[in-house]
């Protein structure tokens, strides 16, 4: 990831926030058969103090990225968006993508069984705390045991980074009379809006 000063992401509480907010991932391993990237869902690790990530990969996935014998890059991906260059005002312009990203890289350690179901019972925990009637993995004595029984077909894994790559590019280095134009558009209704994108810019520059 090029790094250009005015859009470094250096602060934790911020890596937190777009982990936290976009726990969908994709998991990139260079094996000694090539590149392999895959798609999990992970969660921030609340029981590190360091930043950490949990999550699982489906069996044969462990064997197929060779999880835990080399260094994996996982990428998140925050909101992200076209800019067109109309929108900048009359001034020469070209066209960019603003968007908010981070490359998480070390060697995973791999969890032990009891530890992998108690990471994937946070995990459906987390996401079915929104639906109106949640199934929990421990909601009954069913689910319980069908949990056990589908968990043995998942490896957990824990990233402690070793090295952290993130960017914030959200025209910070643009006037504030073009962040305006551009954030106007974006909650716009064309072709290009983005809601949630808008709603970064306003919040990198410190807008509630």
Known sequence: M???????????????????????????????????ASHYAVLLDDSRDELAIVGHVGRPDERVHELGQHEV?????????????????????????????????????????????????????????????PRLMRGTAENSAFADAISAGTVGFRLVPTRIEAKTKLSQNKPEATVDRIISELEGDGPYASEALAAEMRRVRGEK
């Open 2 to 36: 090029r790094k250009t000063p005015a859009f470094v992401l250096d602060d934790e509480a911020e890596l937190r926030r777009l982990i936290e907010l976009n726990p969908w991932i994709t998991l990139v391993s260079h094996t000694s058969k090539g590149l392999v």
């Open 73 to 133: 890059m996982v990428v998140v991906q925050g909101p992200h968006g076209y800019i067109s260059p109309s929108w900048y005002g009359a001034d020469p312009a070209v066209p960019t993508w603003n968007f908010t990203s981070a490359h998480l890289s070390g060697v995973p350690e791999i969890l032990d069984a009891d530890e992998n179901l108690r990471v994937l019972d946070r995990l459906v925990a987390h996401f079915e705390k929104h639906v109106d009637e």
